[in-house]
């Protein structure tokens, strides 16, 4: 898995931040489209709207590596579902939903409850001290 995860890191951050807001674009693209045309209507909304936001979450954080975690990331994601549900409210196949805001802040959440318990945990035991190199435990579970 170390191995998989210098492949990762030797990845040049400019193919992370294309591959990010590919998967916005794909995200805004997937929430706009009508219902009956969604593959993945067999899954269960809030579950899609939780692990999207995870990915999402990952992919900014390969995309602009810091040492710490800035304000901007969580909340730019945030604006993100929010601008989504705003953009599904001018549809006429879709709804604005505080519930689907709420799922997005779950997997937000969630993603960081597992970097910070990834991170707290490994750097009881030395492993791991700026944020990038916690990323690597991540992978290695």
């Not at 794909?26 to 936001?53: C, E, Q, Y």
């Not at 001290?129 to 690597?136: A, K, L, R």
């Amino acid at each position: 898995m170390n191995e998989l995860f210098a492949e990762l890191l030797a990845i040049p951050t400019a193919t992370w931040r294309i591959l990010f807001f590919c998967a916005l674009a794909f995200a805004l693209f997937m929430s706009l489209i009508p219902g009956k045309w969604d593959p993945t209507r067999f899954l269960n909304d809030k579950v899609k709207h939780i692990l999207t936001f995870m990915v999402l979450f990952l992919l900014l954080d390969l995309a602009f590596p810091m040492a710490e975690l800035p304000w901007w990331k969580p909340t730019g994601l945030m604006a993100f579902g929010v601008f989504i549900e705003t953009c599904q409210h001018m549809t006429r196949d879709r709804r604005f939903s505080i519930a689907d805001i709420l799922a997005n802040g779950v997997g937000i959440g969630l993603y960081l409850l597992i970097i910070f318990s990834i991170g707290s945990s490994s750097a009881s035991e030395g492993k791991c001290q700026p944020w990038p190199e916690c990323m690597s435990v991540l992978f290695n579970l």
